[in-house]
């Protein structure tokens, strides 16, 4: 049976870090339907794909979260892309393209995002996982032995 505490990635948008108590990804392709007058079938054109987006509900908890939420909130608002990763999808470039904080008086602490993200690379939710770092670096190294290698 899985393990699914060890298998999960830490989140993170740009160095911060954070939990994630919700995500979901909305993605699809963009059609055009064909209908003729009278007719009884539907011609589908394909267009591409529509623009993929990351929904995220996360936390920051502990004595800072207070100053995590603003370097988050930062990072956020910074222009362009940063590096996006999330516990079960792995790492991708991410715009934030909104978000809301939520503090409750109740919940000293706690101060939670709803944040929207759209991936630099739309490909139909295609990430970077550590997995493919790591091979491709061994990859990489095994390469330039072998050249190296050739020398001597």
Same mark, same amino acid.
Do not use: C
């Given at each position: ?8 990635? /830490?989140?993170?948008?740009?160095? =911060?870090?954070?939990? =994630? ?5 909305? @993605? ?24 993929? =987006? ?12 207070? @100053? ?10 910074? /222009?362009? /892309? ?11 470039? @991410? ?22 993200? %759209? ?21 990489? %190294? ?11």
């Amino acid at each position: 049976m899985r393990d699914w505490k060890k298998t999960l990635r /830490p989140a993170s948008f740009s160095g =911060v870090s954070f939990f =994630v108590d919700y995500d979901e990804l909305t @993605a699809g392709k963009r059609l055009a339907l064909h209908e003729v007058a009278g007719g009884r079938q539907t011609v589908v054109e394909e267009l591409g794909l529509s623009t993929s =987006v990351y929904d995220v509900t996360l936390y920051l908890l502990g004595d800072a979260s207070d @100053a995590q939420a603003q370097a988050l909130k930062d990072v956020m608002l910074a /222009p362009g /892309p940063g590096f996006l990763m999330l516990p079960m999808d792995g790492a991708m470039m @991410a715009t934030a393209q909104g978000f809301r904080r939520t503090r409750a008086k109740d919940r000293f602490g706690y101060v939670a995002f709803d944040a929207t993200f %759209i991936p630099a690379v739309n490909d139909g939710g295609a990430v970077l996982s550590l997995g493919d770092v790591t091979a491709t670096v061994a990859a990489g %190294i095994a390469a330039a032995a072998s050249q190296f290698a050739r020398f001597f």
